[in-house]
């Protein structure tokens, strides 16, 4: 616990943090020190977040008590995970709890409904016992396409042919996350990463915070062609570049999300070898797209949150 207070502090030395979210596994198995290290974060001027599957509010008085500490320590946004995957765990009675709580404390409120093809989920719920909330813009619910552990992890394989049909596939497109974001994977490796990929993938790795502070790792960072390459042009861009020297080449697998095309991309040995070969040829290319970027919108191309 010393050390995520430590990395507090450090990340107060890194002027273009402006967030700490709170993730986990499940952040409120921290119990009430979830509330001090919130606390903490509040009190440097850092904007809190934190990610949960609701398993605390099992009626709507717990929920009420324990939103109202996290009100008092200072926290500004949450994000509740549900759906069918979820629902084996935590019945959505609870997600229900708890966003009630969290917007009548007036604290920002996502729900994010797990969406795939093996989803039987019914949000109908959520909209008929939230609808106020809903219609007044103080909760918003949203639906993240649920993919296949990258590390071979669960036992059912999930497709997305429905998200597909509806146009709701979306693998193309630069990366907004890749360094604006930084996450502490629990062997206390920084990852220029947030989402599903995060502790799978060697290439989204900046160096270990085990034994030196976060604000020397970030600072002696050296400058990296893959993360800048995947901040400009997402995987897929970088998958198009290599079947320019590798006719026919395709992402294995029809990615249904830049986060599922970023792992195609990086456990295909022959695209991120022909990916390699080249990168220093569009160095030019990529750090000028970078820098206009950067140019043209001074926070996109900064680090602003750090996950813990």
Request: hydrophobic share 45%; glycine share 10%; with cysteine.
């Amino acid at each position: 616990m010393s050390r995520i207070h430590g990395l507090i502090d450090e990340a107060a030395r890194v002027p273009s943090i402006g967030r700490i979210a709170f993730t986990g596994g499940e952040a409120f198995l921290l119990g009430r020190d979830l509330d001090t290290l919130i606390a903490r974060a509040h009190a440097l001027g850092f904007e809190t977040r934190v990610i949960t599957n609701g398993y605390w509010a099992v009626n709507e008085a717990a929920a009420r008590t324990r939103v109202g500490a996290l009100l008092e320590a200072g926290l500004d946004e949450i994000m509740l995970s549900t759906g069918t995957f979820h629902q084996r765990f935590v019945p959505v009675e609870r997600i229900v709890h708890a966003a009630r709580a969290t917007t009548s404390a007036g604290i920002g409120t996502r729900i994010a409904i797990e969406t795939c093809d093996q989803q039987s989920f019914d949000e109908t719920i959520l909209r008929e016992r939230l609808g106020d909330a809903l219609a007044a813009r103080t909760l918003a619910l949203s639906h993240d396409p649920w993919i296949t552990d990258a590390g071979g992890r669960g036992e059912t394989a999930l497709t997305h042919e429905r998200l597909r049909a509806g146009g709701g596939a979306r693998a193309d497109g630069s990366c907004a996350v890749i360094m604006t974001t930084l996450a502490v994977t629990p062997g206390q490796r920084l990852i220029a990463c947030c989402g599903f990929p995060l502790e799978e993938l060697p290439g989204l790795e900046i160096g270990s915070i085990a034994d030196r502070r976060l604000d020397d790792v970030i600072r002696d960072a050296p400058d990296d062609l893959l993360k800048m390459w995947l901040h400009v042009a997402g995987p897929m861009g970088i998958a198009q570049t290599v079947a320019e020297y590798e006719p026919g080449f395709v992402l294995p697998g029809d990615p249904v999300s830049i986060c599922d095309a970023c792992i195609a991309l990086q456990r295909d040995k022959r695209a991120m070898r022909v990916a390699g070969e080249h990168a220093a040829l569009n160095a030019e290319s990529i750090a000028g797209t970078f820098v206009a970027l950067h140019s043209r919108h001074p926070d996109a191309a900064r680090t602003t949150a750090l996950a813990l």
